[in-house]
């Protein structure tokens, strides 16, 4: 079973993790969203994430300790049966947060390779339509930089690319080329 994971943390200089999205491939959908309340400092995060993560943090139910969420996280993909892989669409940071934050809780049946779903730079019409109309959704409520809300835009992507009858995780073949960008933030 695969697992949609995204992460939103304080900074791409040092990253440090404020929530984590999880959504399995299941039917019915069924997703985890925790915001921790340690680990980092408002000092921490950079000018974006206090403009754009920090105001569409829920509060509530979701906020707590990191070692409470690790067991959280730990025993809810446990919960399911198969062996699972995670999908992610930022190949430096998410799956290394998720697992610092789990450690020795890691589940054993859960693969430490990701499967990594970038569509930038996609230039073939029929996938970046799809991809467009993917994205904006349904759930005019969603927020970007929300974990949980991206995990579930990057579940819609990667079934829009697959309902073409494309393999998601080989879209490489239809980008532009360019060289390669250093990151900024």
Not at 23 to 49: I, R
Not at 77 to 98: C, K, M, Q
Request: aromatic share 8%; with cysteine.
């Amino acid at each position: 079973m695969l697992f949609y994971l995204d992460t939103e943390f304080t900074s791409l200089k040092a990253p440090k993790l404020i929530s984590i999205g999880l959504v399995a491939e299941s039917t019915p959908e069924t997703s985890l969203y925790v915001e921790l309340v340690d680990g980092y400092q408002l000092a921490d995060c950079s000018d974006f994430v206090l403009a754009y993560v920090l105001p569409h943090l829920e509060q509530g139910s979701a906020r707590m300790p990191r070692r409470q969420a690790a067991g959280r996280i730990a025993r809810w993909i446990a919960s399911f049966p198969g062996r699972h892989t995670l999908v992610n669409d930022h190949p430096w940071f998410d799956v290394e947060l998720l697992s610092n934050l789990l450690g020795s809780a890691w589940p054993a049946r859960l693969s430490r390779q990701s499967q990594v779903f970038d569509p930038n730079g996609v230039r073939d019409y029929e996938i970046a339509t799809a991809l467009h109309h993917a994205r904006r959704g349904h759930d005019v409520r969603a927020r970007l930089h929300h974990a949980g809300d991206d995990a579930r835009r990057l579940k819609r992507s990667v079934a829009a690319v697959r309902h073409l009858g494309r393999d998601p995780f080989t879209l490489q073949e239809h980008r532009e080329q360019a060289p390669a960008a250093a990151m900024t933030g």
